[in-house]
């Protein structure tokens, strides 16, 4: 299953994006945004990825390392 849905309402050029949550006992992570999921339903807007995520009570989240090619901004 994908993260995202999109829906064409029915005024012209309207989208309902509903995202998926993932959740388990630690919290949860929410996909918003991700630009090449939202080119392809049409929507064509520079901005690469954007996450919602919360850590449910004494959870402790770290980061990970990735090494180039892979790499990303924490």
């Known amino acids: 299953m994908s993260a995202f849905q999109f829906r064409n309402l029915p005024l012209a050029g309207l989208v309902l994006v509903e995202t998926r949550?993932?959740?388990?006992p630690r919290g949860f992570f929410r996909?918003?945004?991700?630009e090449s999921a939202f080119?392809?339903?049409?929507?064509?807007?520079?901005?690469?990825?954007?996450n919602l995520s919360h850590s449910s009570r004494?959870?402790?989240?770290?980061?990970?390392f990735q090494k180039p090619p892979a790499?990303?901004?924490?």
């Open 21 to 24: 949550r993932f959740e388990d």
């Open 31 to 34: 996909m918003t945004w991700q």
């Open 39 to 50: 080119r392809a339903a049409g929507i064509d807007a520079r901005f690469v990825q954007s």
């Open 58 to 64: 004494d959870t402790l989240r770290g980061l990970h």
């Open 71 to 74: 790499a990303q901004g924490k």
